[in-house]
């Protein structure tokens, strides 16, 4: 395998020759949480997370909590980027570093950016070359043990940092994924989406929801900038083969589903194609030979792990 991937290290290097201090503060905390602190809400935005928040006294049973990082790249989806900035904040978390990294976004991103800038650990808003590079300069400047990124149309749901963190204090895993949302804008329909416990075997099977996904930074590497739509399934290949992993059974995460989406537009066929063609070459991962035994075993191994979880509800 031989794909380009960045220094991470040179990216930091070049926030700190602008004078960004490294590590970035943590979030600003609050002992009766962060709800009343933060702006309002727009007019008409009830409950999670616009008038609910996650109870800070769900931490109270140990004295610190491990950093989480998380990252949002962001770039013209003003619609849903508060909503994606409140799920975070409104954790609650006490140890969190959130980083939102804007491409210089045109619409009213910007704005919303900085309405919430006194939360963020850093922010910014100017040209990057793209979601990937976006996503990379973000994690250079993460220092927490664990960490994940957040798309700014998607969101995460109530109490999922204390359970994820939970987990993984727990567990003592390198990778946590769970259940999620498809949320489908124009009918306002809510689709659940259930996965396996992942098998190394059906990795090249893409199955992984990106906003349910957690890992230990001691696992983790850059995204591939070299792909547009594809890039959280190459570096599930990377980072999550061979490593521990905890499934958790519920939805930790909705994405907006919507004509501007890029794992639902149809714009973006030709950048998907390119994206497998990448991942495929033998410069990448290389093609799977036995893809059709693979799909006939995962569906089988599906099959089971239904009626295993059917007898376990009985």
Same mark, same amino acid.
């Given at each position: 395998?031989?794909?380009?991937?960045?220094?991470?290290?040179?990216?930091?290097?070049?926030?700190?020759?602008?004078?960004?201090?490294?590590? /970035?503060?943590? /979030?600003?905390?609050?002992?009766?949480?962060?709800?009343? !602190?933060?702006?309002?809400?727009?007019?008409?935005?009830?409950?999670?997370?616009?008038?609910?928040?996650?109870?800070?006294?769900?931490?109270?049973?140990?004295?610190?909590?491990?950093?989480?990082?998380?990252?949002?790249?962001?770039?013209?989806?003003? +619609?849903?980027?508060?909503?994606?900035?409140?799920?975070?904040? !409104?954790? *609650?978390?006490?140890?969190?570093?959130?980083? /939102?990294?804007?491409?210089?976004?045109?619409?009213?991103?910007?704005?919303?950016?900085? %309405?919430?800038?006194?939360?963020?650990?850093?922010?910014?808003?100017?040209?990057?070359?793209?979601?990937?590079?976006?996503?990379? +300069?973000?994690?250079? +400047?993460?220092?927490?043990?664990?960490?994940? $990124?957040?798309?700014?149309?998607?969101?995460?749901?109530?109490?999922?940092?204390?359970?994820?963190?939970?987990?993984?204090?727990?567990?003592?895993?390198?990778?946590?994924?769970?259940?999620?949302?498809?949320?489908?804008?124009?009918?306002?329909?809510?689709? +659940?989406?259930?996965?396996?416990?992942?098998?190394?075997?059906?990795?090249?099977?893409?199955?992984?929801?990106?906003?349910? =996904?957690?890992?230990?930074?001691?696992?983790?590497?850059?995204? *591939?900038?070299? !792909?547009? =739509?594809?890039?959280?399934?190459?570096?599930?290949?990377?980072?999550?083969?061979?490593?521990?992993?905890?499934?958790?059974?519920?939805?930790?995460? /909705?994405?907006?589903?919507?004509?501007?989406?890029?794992?639902?537009?149809? %714009? !973006?066929?030709?950048?998907?194609?390119?994206?497998?063609?990448?991942? =495929?070459?033998?410069?990448?991962?290389?093609?799977?030979?036995? $893809?059709? %035994?693979?799909?006939?075993?995962?569906?089988?191994?599906?099959?089971?792990?239904?009626?295993?979880?059917?007898?376990?509800?009985?």
């Amino acid at each position: 395998m031989n794909l380009p991937l960045p220094d991470l290290a040179v990216y930091r290097s070049s926030f700190q020759k602008k004078g960004v201090t490294y590590p /970035v503060p943590v /979030v600003p905390s609050a002992k009766d949480g962060l709800l009343k !602190l933060l702006p309002a809400p727009p007019a008409g935005k009830t409950g999670w997370p616009w008038t609910e928040e996650s109870s800070p006294a769900i931490y109270s049973n140990k004295a610190t909590w491990p950093k989480l990082t998380i990252v949002t790249p962001s770039y013209n989806q003003g +619609l849903f980027l508060e909503q994606t900035i409140r799920s975070v904040l !409104l954790q *609650n978390y006490p140890n969190l570093e959130y980083i /939102v990294i804007d491409g210089g976004s045109t619409d009213n991103s910007k704005d919303i950016i900085e %309405k919430y800038s006194s939360w963020l650990s850093y922010r910014q808003s100017e040209k990057d070359k793209g979601q990937s590079h976006a996503i990379n +300069l973000g994690f250079s +400047l993460a220092s927490g043990k664990y960490m994940a $990124w957040i798309n700014s149309d998607d969101y995460y749901l109530k109490d999922v940092f204390w359970l994820v963190t939970r987990g993984f204090i727990a567990g003592k895993v390198d990778f946590i994924y769970g259940y999620a949302y498809n949320f489908h804008v124009k009918t306002a329909r809510f689709e +659940l989406i259930k996965i396996n416990p992942l098998l190394d075997y059906f990795i090249r099977i893409p199955a992984l929801p990106q906003p349910s =996904c957690f890992w230990a930074a001691h696992i983790h590497q850059p995204v *591939n900038e070299a !792909l547009q =739509c594809s890039l959280d399934y190459e570096l599930w290949l990377r980072m999550v083969k061979g490593n521990t992993r905890l499934l958790i059974k519920q939805p930790l995460s /909705v994405a907006n589903v919507h004509e501007d989406a890029k794992t639902s537009s149809p %714009k !973006l066929d030709a950048a998907r194609e390119k994206d497998h063609q990448l991942i =495929c070459s033998q410069d990448g991962h290389g093609p799977v030979y036995d $893809w059709d %035994k693979r799909i006939l075993f995962y569906r089988v191994y599906s099959r089971i792990i239904n009626i295993l979880n059917k007898i376990s509800l009985k």
